[in-house]
């Protein structure tokens, strides 16, 4: 299996089933939402407002509720610079002993969120690789992958059957690590290639495999490999690389989450990907100007059309 981690037990456990609650109606949040309903469990969603939501999934017409407080479970797939708000606005509506799982894209997010917490209430993060596009009322899968999670507290640690086996169905295959920091660096690695480029150049992810963009890509992974390394999670240039440009050519047809994010005039994760790589650097005094470039480059584009 993926080194550092272990496949999900099959449910010999007498752990009850958790109620689930999905946050917001994004493409990743909806395609779990829909694996769990499919599956038997009831997921409610968390909006800004009460709604009913229909959609169309592989074929079935699915209808979710808004979620109702107690909050026993909930997947928390928002943007990374989302999540303080959203763990903070739901504090007041979890159970002592509510599981929350992190889900996004850069790094950054959990030192935040960890103290919003009771010691009893626990947190975990899910890092995964498949790929969902909303269109109107339906959600396509347009990526199947796999995904690992990783408790990052004590109270999480005491839930990993329950919370994986529902996680194993909405988003897995499912791998369970001990840490899940090593994850996050390689997809760190995946993020800060595809999502600056593609969103500079209005591009899929494929053009990226044009040989103008080679040097650059290795550029930038270089100075990445060398943050993680400091951080204590080495990262070898040459193996990143092989994996970024399998990433882009399993995912050429797809535009990435920042290129959708520009060209909709979004707020992009940028501080989460390339910033965090810079915010590192400056802890160890490595230097890393193509990846600060990258982050000037995406927040003045931002600028222009975010306030
Ligand atoms: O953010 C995204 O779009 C995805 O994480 C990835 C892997 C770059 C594929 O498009």
């Known amino acids: ?79 990374s610079y989302a999540v303080f708000d959203a763990v903070k606005t739901l504090q007041p509506f979890l159970t002592e002993d509510a599981q929350l799982v992190l889900s996004h894209n850069g790094m950054g997010t959990i030192p935040e969120v960890l103290p919003l917490l009771l010691p009893t209430q626990g947190l975990w993060f899910l890092t995964t690789t498949h790929g969902a596009l909303k269109q109107q009322d339906a959600i396509l899968h347009t990526g199947n992958g796999h995904s690992v999670l990783a408790p990052l507290n004590a109270a999480a640690s005491r839930h990993t059957t329950a919370v994986a086996q529902a996680m194993d169905i909405a988003l897995g295959p499912l791998a369970v690590a001990a840490d899940i920091e090593p994850f996050l660096w390689q997809k760190l690695a995946i993020n800060a290639v595809i999502n600056p480029l593609t969103a500079l150049h209005n591009c899929k992810n494929g053009a990226l495999a044009q040989p103008q963009y080679q040097q650059q890509i290795k550029a930038i992974l270089h100075e990445v490999c060398q943050v993680a390394t400091a951080a204590g999670y080495p990262l070898q240039p040459a193996l990143v690389q092989q994996n970024v440009m399998q990433v882009i050519e399993r995912t050429a047809e797809n535009f990435s989450s920042m290129q959708q994010d520009v060209v909709h005039q979004r707020r992009t994760e940028t501080n989460a990907i390339s910033g965090f790589i810079v915010a590192q650097a400056a802890r160890f005094n490595i230097a890393v100007p193509h990846n600060s470039q990258l982050q000037q480059q995406l927040l003045q584009l931002q600028q222009r059309y975010c306030r």
């Open 1 to 79: 299996f993926l080194p550092g981690s272990r496949p999900v037990a099959q449910n010999t456990s007498t752990q009850p089933a958790l109620s689930w609650n999905i946050v917001g109606r994004g493409a990743i949040g909806l395609l779990a939402a829909s694996r769990l309903q499919l599956a038997g469990y009831k997921p409610g969603l968390w909006l800004h407002q009460p709604a009913i939501v229909d959609i169309q999934f592989q074929q079935q017409p699915l209808q979710f509720l808004s979620a109702t407080p107690p909050l026993q479970a909930v997947l928390i797939p928002v943007k």
